[in-house]
């Protein structure tokens, strides 16, 4: 079974940066995408952005140009950098893997495949 450990969150003011990380254990992550959502006070998880394991990535527009998606394939690390940070950025940020190259809407994956998620908070 997939395990997924996040860490990096913190409380930054809006502006200052944040770098996450998500470490993947309990299966063969090649040929497969990771990514990351967010969950917002109120609101599901969101999906924000992906990598795929040839290093393509995709981003919400929110975040394009302010954050960056890596991964190390052969650590089965993802990690998020995030620059330029806003009060609107707050949230509970998870990673997970995807179906193959797809990263499917959230609701898509059971309940208990969530790592514990990382906090960020944003304040003005």
């Known amino acids: 079974q997939v395990q997924l450990v996040e860490s990096g969150g913190g409380l930054v003011q809006a502006g200052r940066s944040l770098s996450l990380s998500c470490v993947a254990s309990?299966?063969?992550?090649?040929?497969?995408?990771m990514g990351w959502y967010r969950r917002a006070p109120g609101n599901e998880r969101r999906w924000v952005a992906s990598i795929r394991s040839g290093g393509e990535t995709t981003y919400i527009p929110s975040v394009k140009g302010r954050f960056t998606i890596s991964r190390d394939n052969a650590k089965n690390i993802v990690y998020l950098t995030m620059n330029s940070l806003k009060p609107d950025d707050t949230g509970i940020y998870y990673c997970?893997?995807?179906?193959?190259?797809?990263?499917?809407?959230?609701?898509?994956?059971?309940?208990?495949?969530w790592g514990q998620g990382t906090q960020v908070t944003v304040f003005s």
């Open positions: 309990g299966s063969d992550f090649s040929g497969r995408a």
């Open positions: 997970n893997v995807g179906v193959g190259e797809v990263m499917p809407h959230s609701s898509w994956y059971d309940e208990d495949t």
